[in-house]
């Protein structure tokens, strides 16, 4: 089965950047599409950013233009580049994964029950 493994959360100060990782194991096709929730306690998991395997990204409009997401399906990682962190950025961050077949169009807003696979999370937290 797929298991998805996050690493990278840090505190930081506002401003600064962040590298987040993700292993992959389990796979059975050469690609999954992937992506990155964040939650914070009380509120409803949000998406952040997806990548299919096409290479096909989106983003939520909070994070468009200082996020960046990628993979390197040879590794089976999945990254998130985080630049100008702000402090509402501060949340659990999850990595997830969708059936292989998945694909993103552009209209598309992410939605939990698209992804399957889940890790344990790794917490960012950004100070003002």
């Known amino acids: 089965r797929v298991q998805l493994v996050e690493s990278g959360g840090s505190s930081v100060q506002a401003g600064r950047s962040l590298r987040l990782s993700c292993a992959a194991s389990g796979y059975t096709s050469s690609g999954y599409c992937m992506g990155w929730f964040r939650q914070v306690p009380g509120k409803k998991r949000e998406g952040v950013a997806a990548?299919?395997?096409?290479?096909?990204?989106i983003y939520a409009d909070s994070v468009k233009d200082r996020f960046t997401i990628s993979h390197d399906n040879a590794k089976k990682s999945l990254y998130l580049e985080m630049s100008s962190l702000k402090p509402e950025d501060t949340a659990m961050y999850y990595c997830a994964a969708a059936p292989a077949e998945f694909r993103l169009w552009d209209e598309y807003v992410m939605v939990e029950s698209d992804f399957h696979y889940w890790g344990q999370g790794t917490q960012v937290t950004v100070s003002s």
């Open positions: 990548i299919d395997s096409d290479g096909t990204t």
